[in-house]
């Protein structure tokens, strides 16, 4: 079946500093990932996602790396703050969605 | 709009009871999704639907079925319950033409 992983199960960084999230998965055929947000006691919400024909995608705040040679992606969060706090998965999709097992983010103030 | 909608929010259960779990969403996504989350664990998907009258088998959907009667509802039905099924539920749903999937709020099972 399908493998995604994450590197780190859990991470700490300071208020403010950049936050890097990884992700590998195993589905050299696989075109397309996300990563979710998930908060204590609530279900997964979007944070974004990228398609296999980019190495690179910006949203608000973060941004997505993906590099298909190591089948690895990253999830890059800019001055984080305490709101962050929370577990992160990334999935990889085609008819069905693999989830990887979630890091999770500690801010500390 | 309301999103996706779980009832009910938490259930304890005995060993071998039967339940349902209800799952509406009123974003006439034709896609809808059943998964479970261990603790500590990512999600693993039980069963889905590609519209209604259509349903597929995911990685874990020994234990469980589901039904796609209407676009908007996709019930989960535990017949046997088993302590194995202790999990936290995710419904979702999604539109065919986007990636991103909306979830709801989850339903906490405990089977004892």
């Known amino acids: 079946g399908e493998s995604v992983g994450l590197h780190l199960p859990t991470l700490s960084v300071q208020e403010g500093d950049n936050s890097i999230i990884n992700c590998a998965y195993s589905n050299s055929a696989s075109d397309y990932f996300i990563w979710y947000k998930q908060e204590s006691g609530k279900g997964p919400q979007f944070i974004i996602d990228i398609r296999s024909n980019m190495d690179k995608r910006q949203g608000q705040r973060v941004t997505v790396l993906l590099n298909k040679t190591v089948k690895h992606l990253s999830l890059q969060i800019a001055a984080t703050q305490p709101g962050d706090s929370a577990v992160y998965f990334c999935?990889?999709?085609?008819?069905?969605?693999?989830f990887g097992t979630g890091t999770s983010l500690t801010v500390i103030p | 709009n309301a999103g996706v909608t779980q009832t009910p929010k938490f259930r304890i259960l005995k060993i071998g009871q039967s339940m349902t779990l209800q799952c509406a969403q009123d974003m006439n996504h034709n896609y809808m999704y059943w998964y479970r989350q261990d603790p500590g664990m990512g999600l693993k998907l039980i069963y889905y639907?590609?519209?209604?009258?259509?349903?597929d088998k995911g990685e874990v959907p020994n234990g469980y079925n589901v039904s796609r009667s209407t676009t908007e509802d996709f019930p989960l039905r535990l017949e046997l319950a088993a302590p194995s099924q202790t999990s936290v539920y995710f419904c979702?749903?999604?539109?065919?033409?986007?990636?991103?999937?909306?979830f709801g709020p989850g339903t906490r099972l405990t089977v004892t």
């Open positions: 979702a749903s999604k539109d065919k033409r986007a990636g991103e999937q909306y």
């Open positions: 639907s590609v519209g209604a009258g259509i349903t």
């Open positions: 999935a990889e999709t085609g008819n069905q969605f693999y």
